[in-house]
Antibody
């Protein structure tokens, strides 16, 4: 059974750094066809992809947030960590971690986000 | 970055209706397009991958079509439990992007 669970502070102050941990089970972070994404959703708004990391340590970041984000993984703990610096009230959102699975045919490889954590609401306020 | 748009932003339909939701990409993304359903207070759920592949466990009334820049999610015989917000997402670029969502009310 695949599960992902986010953990971290529920409240951070402006200018502080947010650190979120995603603990996974039911699959391995060393699996060549899998990765983990972080996605956020401000209250009442749309989903926003933030970053992802794959088994080969390939990382990608949202262009608009790249300077503030760092993603890393600890395979021995089955954890993926996201840090976001210089938090602002506009960063108040539910933060989700999710599994990416890649399927390849003879010509193309398709990625999809097939399992999601329950999400954790992070509020930025002084 | 690849921008995704969806139309309509919201719709109201009746049980048994066929519903169409459109997603457009700012450049060609071949078939690298996924659809998700999100109900209030819940995490999104994958419905369709690679534009037309039905995710395991998803009812067959959901289907997807399209390639390039224009995609459609079709819900046949709308059910009360289909009331949700639907998002498209491209995976053509390593920098994923989501559409703004379409809220379906029944």
């Amino acid at each position: 059974q695949v599960t992902l669970k986010e953990s971290g502070p529920v409240l951070v102050k402006p200018t502080e750094t947010l650190t979120l941990t995603c603990t996974v089970s039911g699959f391995s972070l060393t699996n060549a066809i899998m990765g983990v994404s972080w996605i956020r959703q401000p209250p009442g708004k749309a989903l926003e992809w933030l970053a992802h990391i794959f088994s080969n340590d390939e990382k990608s970041y949202s262009t608009s947030l790249k300077s503030r984000l760092t993603i890393s993984k600890d395979t021995s703990k089955s954890q993926v960590v996201l840090t976001m610096t210089n938090m602002d009230p506009v960063d108040t959102a539910t933060y989700y971690c999710a599994r990416i699975t890649e399927d390849c045919s003879s010509t193309n490889c398709y990625k999809r986000i097939d399992y999601w954590g329950q999400g954790t609401l992070v509020t930025v306020s002084s | 970055d690849i921008q995704m748009t969806q139309s309509p932003s919201s719709l109201s339909a009746s049980v048994g209706d066929r519903v169409f939701i459109t997603c457009r990409a700012s450049q060609s993304i071949n078939s690298y397009l996924n659809w998700y359903q999100q109900k209030p207070g819940k995490a999104p759920k994958l419905l369709i991958y690679a534009a037309s592949g039905l995710q395991s466990g998803v009812p067959s009334r959901f289907s997807g079509s399209g390639s390039g820049t224009h995609f459609t999610l079709i819900i046949n015989s709308l059910q009360p439990e289909d009331s949700a917000t639907y998002y498209c997402q491209q995976s053509y670029s390593t920098l994923f992007t989501f559409g703004p969502g379409t809220k379906v009310e029944i």
